[in-house]
């Protein structure tokens, strides 16, 4: 999770744009990104990688 929140694409201003983007912070919490133009963001409570539980983002030590 942290490895995707924190990575910068060299080709897009937006990780809305970055196809390469999978995950951001949301409301105080985490969700996918739906890259389809509008900024659309589907809101999870599971690691999409792990399946772990994910605290708020207040309790988070990424």
């Known amino acids: 999770m942290a490895y995707d929140l924190d990575q910068a694409c060299d080709l897009h201003s937006s ?3 970055c196809p390469d983007a999978l995950v951001e912070r ?3 919490g ?5 890259h389809d133009g509008a900024g659309s963001v589907i809101e999870i409570a599971y ?3 792990c399946g772990q539980k ?3 983002i ?4 990424l």
């Open 15 to 17: 990780r809305e744009d």
């Open 58 to 61: 207040g309790d988070l030590d």
């Open 47 to 49: 690691c999409p990688w």
């Open 30 to 34: 985490f969700g996918l990104i739906v």
């Open 54 to 56: 994910l605290p708020p």
């Open 26 to 28: 949301v409301r105080g």
